[in-house]
């Protein structure tokens, strides 16, 4: 056998992700903050870049018409594809030219902003109570006087959890500050006293003991109570009415007192908050239907420094800082354009999804229907992945409410609605409101609501039934009715 060595040509074409193209996919992911904060820092990196963050006290108006300005002349160029010009010169960004024209969706620079209904005032807790280590630490300065006790006390307070409970063990506490065990014994014992009741248990027996013996309801008969919390998590009444040794009627008024407890009463100090964050897209109702609009008094804009590009060009006459300068352009340039790509991109989903969930705008939740990535895709001709991006960080404000764009999609399964479909998401809802609605002595069992929903031209199994209501942390039928017998509604 004879091996030669020969040379050919071929051609292939290939898919490369550039630096670029990355940070174009991520921009899609960031929502108005998160956009704010990258533009920022591109800013800082970048001289030619400018970025104005609107005010959140600007009226709406004010903030639609510095967005107005601040995308310029050059808009409706770069919409149709003719600003040459920006395009950058390395081979990268030549690679990572895109066309911007994706749906013609009216005037993008509408007042949907001044129509706003998502009100960030109202939405805001006003005099935010103390935290739990806030209250705590001044009530140890003013029921301590010993420097160790005080040393003791405020190693406790820096154990305790959210709930108001010690999260260590007195002797691990004792041994990490090297004090006798009854010396930090006798601190806890002091520090159980401080109000609200309850603060510093153990365990959950001790925290209601705490709080019955502070409001004088505690007894021997409540103590048995407590001792059997166990049979009453389970509802069995009988085996805990034998266990207390009480009659049914005491036994009811017993634990009508112990339902008045809290059993986390370091909650009543959470007074941080969730953040609230605005939504990226608005939908407002108008007489010609329903309107889609960007946040833009939220929306951080971009502009280049065209008059100062073009003085530090000319005033360079080396040819490396030319050449750095022109780089800078570019990318400054290409940034501007990627991120009315982005904002395109939304817009058209937002729309798309809007306009195929009109009935959930109008009714609420249990008239969503069937929605799938795959379809807003194919209407307006992006891939699967882009819309996946966009709606799993974005969020949009609804007549129904402020919601993740990721919330609105559903699989749909055989029902009565147009297309034969149900949204499942819908079907959940409709069977929590079916569980809610259901006579206390006698709970809907999973065959049952099968039933009741086939009724309705809902075909479900009786295992999709449990996983929904799973889902939604709702207890079987037999935990339902012993619950409600521990409530006294039987």
Same mark, same amino acid.
């Given at each position: 056998?004879?091996?030669?060595a020969?040379q050919?040509?071929?051609?292939?074409?290939?898919?490369? /992700?550039?630096?670029?193209?990355?940070?174009?996919?991520?921009?899609?992911q960031?929502?108005n903050?998160?956009?704010?904060?990258?533009l920022e820092?591109?800013?800082n990196?970048?001289?030619f870049?400018?970025v104005?963050?609107?005010?959140q006290?600007e009226?709406?108006?004010?903030a639609?018409?510095?967005q107005?300005s601040?995308?310029g %002349?050059?808009?409706?160029?770069?919409? !149709?594809?003719?600003a040459?010009?920006?395009?950058?010169i390395t081979?990268?960004?030549?690679?990572?030219?895109?066309d911007t024209?994706l749906?013609d969706?009216?005037?993008?620079?509408?007042?949907?902003?001044?129509?706003q209904?998502w009100?960030? /005032?109202?939405?805001?807790v006003?005099?935010?109570p103390?935290?739990?280590?806030?209250?705590?630490?001044q009530?140890?300065?003013?029921?301590?006087?010993?420097p160790k006790e005080?040393?003791i006390?405020y190693?406790?307070a820096?154990a305790? =959890? %959210?709930?108001?409970?010690l999260?260590?063990?007195?002797? =691990?506490?004792?041994?990490?500050?090297?004090?006798?065990?009854?010396?930090?014994e006798?601190?806890?014992?002091k520090l159980?006293s401080?109000?609200p009741?309850g603060?510093?248990?153990?365990?959950?027996?001790?925290?209601?003991?705490?709080?019955?013996m502070?409001?004088?309801? $505690?007894?021997?008969?409540f103590?048995?109570l407590?001792?059997?919390?166990?049979l009453?998590?389970m509802?069995?009444l009988v085996?805990?009415k034998?266990?207390?040794?009480?009659?049914?009627d005491?036994?009811r008024k017993?634990?009508?007192?112990?339902r008045?407890?809290n059993?986390k009463?370091?909650t009543l100090f959470?007074?941080g908050?969730t953040?609230? +964050?605005?939504?990226d897209?608005?939908v407002s109702?108008?007489?010609?239907?329903?309107?889609?609009d960007?946040?833009r008094?939220?929306m951080?804009?971009?502009?280049?420094?065209?008059?100062y590009?073009?003085?530090a060009?000319k005033?360079?006459r080396n040819? =490396?800082?030319?050449?750095?300068?022109?780089?800078r352009?570019?990318?400054?340039?290409?940034? +501007?354009?990627?991120?009315d790509?982005?904002?395109?991109?939304?817009?058209?989903?937002?729309?798309?999804?809007?306009?195929r969930?009109?009935?959930?705008?109008?009714?609420?939740i =249990?008239?969503?229907? %069937?929605?799938?990535?795959?379809?807003?895709?194919?209407?307006i001709?992006?891939h699967e !992945?882009?819309?996946?991006?966009v709606?799993?960080?974005?969020?949009m404000?609804?007549?129904?409410?402020t919601?993740?764009?990721k919330a609105?999609?559903?699989?749909?399964?055989?029902?009565?609605?147009?297309d034969?479909t149900?949204?499942a998401?819908?079907?959940? $809802?409709?069977?929590?409101k079916?569980?809610?609605?259901?006579?206390p002595k006698?709970? $809907? !069992?999973?065959d049952?609501?099968?039933n009741i929903m086939?009724?309705?031209?809902?075909k479900?199994?009786?295992r999709?039934?449990?996983? $929904?209501?799973?889902?939604?942390?709702? %207890? !079987?039928s037999?935990? +339902?009715?012993?619950?409600?017998?521990v409530?006294?509604?039987?």
């Amino acid at each position: 056998m004879k091996f030669t060595a020969s040379q050919t040509i071929t051609q292939k074409q290939s898919l490369v /992700i550039t630096a670029q193209l990355q940070q174009a996919i991520k921009l899609l992911q960031m929502n108005n903050f998160e956009l704010g904060q990258f533009l920022e820092e591109q800013s800082n990196e970048n001289p030619f870049l400018e970025v104005e963050t609107p005010n959140q006290h600007e009226t709406p108006s004010t903030a639609n018409d510095k967005q107005e300005s601040a995308e310029g %002349p050059g808009a409706t160029d770069i919409k !149709s594809g003719e600003a040459t010009t920006d395009t950058p010169i390395t081979n990268e960004g030549m690679e990572n030219t895109f066309d911007t024209s994706l749906l013609d969706l009216g005037d993008r620079k509408s007042s949907g902003a001044a129509q706003q209904d998502w009100d960030l /005032i109202a939405s805001t807790v006003e005099d935010a109570p103390p935290s739990l280590y806030a209250h705590v630490c001044q009530e140890i300065d003013q029921l301590l006087d010993d420097p160790k006790e005080r040393m003791i006390g405020y190693a406790m307070a820096e154990a305790l =959890e %959210p709930s108001g409970w010690l999260g260590q063990g007195v002797d =691990e506490i004792a041994q990490m500050l090297r004090v006798p065990d009854d010396l930090a014994e006798n601190v806890l014992t002091k520090l159980q006293s401080i109000e609200p009741a309850g603060l510093f248990a153990r365990s959950l027996r001790e925290c209601l003991s705490l709080q019955a013996m502070a409001t004088d309801t $505690y007894c021997e008969d409540f103590g048995k109570l407590l001792e059997n919390l166990d049979l009453l998590a389970m509802g069995d009444l009988v085996a805990l009415k034998r266990a207390c040794g009480v009659s049914q009627d005491h036994l009811r008024k017993l634990i009508s007192s112990l339902r008045s407890l809290n059993p986390k009463p370091g909650t009543l100090f959470d007074g941080g908050g969730t953040p609230i +964050r605005a939504p990226d897209l608005i939908v407002s109702a108008t007489p010609d239907g329903w309107k889609v609009d960007l946040n833009r008094t939220t929306m951080p804009s971009v502009q280049v420094n065209r008059d100062y590009a073009k003085t530090a060009l000319k005033s360079v006459r080396n040819d =490396e800082d030319k050449k750095f300068m022109s780089e800078r352009v570019a990318d400054a340039n290409w940034l +501007r354009r990627a991120i009315d790509q982005r904002n395109t991109t939304t817009l058209a989903i937002g729309a798309e999804i809007v306009r195929r969930q009109q009935d959930f705008l109008d009714k609420g939740i =249990e008239a969503l229907r %069937p929605l799938i990535l795959r379809d807003i895709a194919e209407e307006i001709e992006v891939h699967e !992945s882009t819309v996946s991006r966009v709606t799993s960080g974005l969020m949009m404000a609804t007549p129904q409410g402020t919601f993740r764009l990721k919330a609105l999609f559903s699989v749909g399964l055989q029902g009565n609605g147009e297309d034969g479909t149900e949204a499942a998401s819908a079907i959940k $809802y409709k069977i929590k409101k079916l569980i809610d609605a259901e006579p206390p002595k006698a709970p $809907y !069992s999973d065959d049952k609501i099968v039933n009741i929903m086939a009724k309705e031209g809902i075909k479900l199994a009786r295992r999709t039934v449990a996983k $929904y209501r799973d889902m939604q942390s709702i %207890p !079987s039928s037999v935990q +339902r009715r012993r619950a409600a017998a521990v409530a006294g509604l039987v």
